[in-house]
Every structure is written in C-alpha cells, then in structure tokens.
C-alpha cells in the first residue's frame, strides 16, 4: 500500500516540478512576440517535469515489477526488494529499463 501512495505522488511531482520551472522560463520568452516560442516552452517544461517525476519513482515501478514476478517469494516487500537489488547490483538495477519509460512517458 505503501508503494501505491509514492506512485500516486508522480503527478504531485510533476506539478511541482513544471510550476517551479513555468516562471522563470516563461520569462525568457516574456517578450516575445512568437506564440510558437510560448508554447515550445511549455511543452519543454512539461517534458522535464515529467521526466523528473518519472525518475524519482521509477524504483518503486521496478520493485513493484519484480514482487509481481516473485514466485519464490525471495522478497518480504518493497523496501526489502529494493535493498536486495541495491545489495546485488547496486542503485543502478534500481533504473533498470527507465530509458524506454522515460520516451513513453514524454512523448
């Protein structure tokens, strides 16, 4: 249940992430007079925050994978899988395939 909580927080992320970086991007094309400009912005902001949100819970995805998939029953819970992994592998295994997440997710 847990887990499920942090996933739940991407979107939170996310919009923490694009409202922080809105501002003081957007001020860069404040003068502009291209609504191309604007919207490249924004559309650059949004990708970055998604991608920062997808990061930062990226862990959980795997964990959560890995205990769907555990039939020997080798982990206890999430906490436990991810130091398992980090323990085996180290923090790496831990973003394991986060490259092809990461293109489904800004595209």
């Known amino acids: 249940?847990?887990?499920?909580?942090?996933?739940?927080?991407?979107?939170?992320i996310h919009f923490v992430v694009y409202d922080r970086l809105r501002g003081p991007l957007m001020k860069m094309v404040e003068g502009s007079k291209s609504p191309f400009a604007v919207g490249f912005v924004g559309f650059i902001v949004g990708a970055i925050a998604k991608a920062v949100a997808t990061v930062v819970t990226y862990p959980i995805q795997t964990a959560q994978a890995k205990l769907r998939n555990d039939k020997e029953k080798k982990y206890k819970g999430t906490a436990d899988c991810l130091s398992q992994l980090y323990q085996k592998e180290g923090a790496i295994a831990w973003f394991r395939g986060m490259e092809a997440k990461l293109w489904q997710t800004v595209r």
Do not use: F
């Open 1 to 12: 249940v847990a887990s499920g909580l942090l996933l739940v927080s991407n979107p939170s």
